[in-house]
């Protein structure tokens, strides 16, 4: 069963992230992972809990290769790049 990383990201540093951006693309990829969504236009229905910002929507082809890219050595540098430059929220969630 598929599974999807749902990351919600405030930009602080714009051209910062898109060093970001490059550098995950490919890791993303050889993960098994493709964009379902990646900062495309929102329309918010319901805030209750969260108002989303910039929401990017990766599929992996289950939990564990959701996990296994999160936690990688190599995505390790780049991710540090990402909370350098950005405030975001990472969740994995099964897909149905």
Same mark, same amino acid.
């Given at each position: 069963? #598929?599974?999807?990383? $749902?990351?919600?990201? #405030? $930009?602080?540093? =714009?051209?910062?992230?898109?060093?970001?951006? /490059?550098?995950?693309? =490919?890791?993303? %990829?050889?993960?098994?992972?493709?964009?379902?969504?990646?900062?495309? %236009?929102?329309?918010?229905?319901?805030?209750?809990?969260? /108002?989303?910002? +910039?929401?990017? $929507?990766? %599929?992996?082809?289950?939990?564990?290769? /959701? +996990?296994?890219?999160?936690? #990688?050595?190599?995505?390790? =540098? *780049?991710?540090? $790049? +990402?909370?350098?430059?950005? +405030?975001?929220?990472? *969740?994995?969630?099964?897909?149905?």
């Amino acid at each position: 069963m #598929s599974a999807f990383v $749902i990351v919600d990201t #405030s $930009i602080l540093d =714009p051209e910062a992230y898109e060093g970001y951006k /490059a550098l995950a693309a =490919p890791l993303v %990829e050889a993960f098994g992972g493709v964009y379902r969504a990646r900062g495309g %236009e929102l329309d918010v229905r319901e805030d209750d809990l969260w /108002a989303p910002t +910039r929401l990017v $929507i990766v %599929e992996f082809p289950d939990m564990a290769a /959701a +996990r296994a890219f999160l936690d #990688s050595d190599e995505y390790a =540098p *780049v991710a540090a $790049i +990402r909370h350098a430059n950005a +405030r975001c929220t990472t *969740v994995i969630v099964d897909g149905a």
